[in-house]
């Protein structure tokens, strides 16, 4: 069964890290296009970042650009987002998606075919 677990979010003061990462079971995502997407309370789901199936491109939000970095682990098959200098702003629940058909780097939801449950990240001091 296809399944996709997220991990590593929590509280951070504003001008802190956080990584992400997302795991996957039933299936490698090593050749396949994921997305990191964001929704904060009151406001629609948000592209963060996604990396193509060869990992070869790679696409950022300008709001994170900067600040976050996507990443494949191949051994561990997993893809994280590292998050740095993170903001009041950046406070939402994080999930990770794949898109299981042909297709390169999205931000778009709507390309996506499964998603994890999401992590909840909340930046505050």
Do not use: H
């Amino acid at each position: 069964q296809l399944q996709l677990v997220e991990s590593g979010g929590g509280l951070v003061q504003p001008g802190g890290s956080l990584r992400l990462s997302c795991a996957a079971s039933g299936f490698s995502l090593s050749m396949k296009a994921i997305g990191w997407f964001r929704q904060a309370p009151g406001k629609e789901r948000e592209g963060v970042s996604c990396i193509s199936r060869s990992g070869g491109v790679i696409d950022y939000a300008d709001s994170v650009k900067g600040r976050f970095t996507i990443s494949r682990d191949v051994a561990k098959n997993t893809v994280d987002l590292q998050m740095n200098s993170l903001k009041p702003e950046d406070t939402a629940v994080y999930y990770c998606a794949v898109r299981l058909m042909l297709g390169g780097c999205s931000r778009s939801a709507n390309d996506m075919n499964s998603w994890g449950k999401g992590t909840l990240v909340t930046v505050s001091s």
